[in-house]
């Protein structure tokens, strides 16, 4: 099935329901309305089921729609149905802390390996990920990964992100302050625990 | 200056541009284009412009935005303008992480206390925040603080905000994988690191 037509806004809250998804999952539902999806995820009921009109679900009215249907066919738009490797550099409290995360599994996502530069941390196992030694990036490349986890300091980010995209590595979680400077192939999502807090205040 | 009638999305977005901001400023930019800000935020540059009429701030054709200008209005519609006090449960990898990062400053956000509930813990200090018994939640009354930080196993999630919100908590940044449950008023982000790097995939 082709879903070119899907609207970037559709894609960007494809994540969000299948967060939702997967909670109602374990929770034993397995039908759920639009209304309770938009609750989840902060848009209106009709955005709900306009989004998903895109890949011709309509849902059944008064009963709505098959969690683990809607489940399988937003991991598949969103390239979740086979398994995505990712690396991760910078395993100091933030990083084990993202090693230890087991929420990694239902999204199809392995952290394969691990990198710092600490020799005391070499070759220790942290969320059962060995770590290795930063200065044999390179390596990443036989490891077929392709997503990678930045917790370094900022001050290193960009060096080593650079060897990083040298080696295949094309969608990165970045949890520095630093603006990376990537290729414009390259995906790179910033996460910023400053601005997630500064922005409950005008809510409150 | 009354903002009332700035929509919800613009009000998502002002966060991001934010965060844009203050990377200029620390590069020593003092002006800035809708088009610079739209690449940062990943919107179109006439949706800055429009974000931005909403308050009143329309640019100067050729020149842009005076960052520092922009800077403190957007600091004022997200109620940054004076320090809000957070408090942190749960000082594992993730909390120490949290506590440890020096983001908040810039947005007038101070993590003023710590709890956990191992006693080797109880006591010691991270990242200059001291951490107490999760046992005296009920302190955080006193601290005036309205925002809370919850970096404790799932399973405990529940327990440690509901004393929280009958104290005076007012916004969340919850980085468990549970839904809380909490009035109607009190305003909870969830933040979940799988979901983050699950969006990657489609793009790359």
């Known amino acids: 099935m082709r879903y070119a037509r899907i609207p970037d806004q559709t894609i960007r809250r494809l994540p969000l329901y299948l967060r939702a998804l997967f909670l109602m999952a374990e929770q034993g539902q397995t039908e759920v309305s639009s209304k309770d999806l938009s609750e989840h995820v902060g848009v209106h009921a009709w955005q709900v089921r306009k989004d998903f009109s895109f890949f011709g679900e309509f849902g059944r009215p008064g009963v709505g729609y098959q969690v683990s ?38 999204y199809n996502l392995t952290i394969i390996a691990a990198f710092d530069a600490d020799v005391n941390k070499i070759g220790q196992t942290v969320g059962g990920v060995e770590i290795r030694d930063v200065a044999c990036l390179d390596s990443v490349g036989e490891l077929n990964a392709t997503l990678a986890v930045i917790t370094v300091p900022g001050q290193v980010a960009q060096a080593v992100v650079d060897p990083l995209v040298n080696v295949g590595i094309r969608g990165i979680l970045n949890f520095t302050s630093c603006r990376l400077i990537v290729p414009d192939q390259i995906r790179v999502t910033n996460i910023d625990i400053g601005m997630d807090l500064a922005s409950l205040p005008y809510y409150i």
């Open 69 to 106: 249907w809607l489940t399988d066919q937003i991991k598949t738009i969103l390239r979740l149905d086979s398994e995505k490797k990712a690396v991760l550099v910078g395993v100091g409290n933030l990083g084990a802390a993202v090693l230890s995360f087991s929420g990694f599994n239902k």
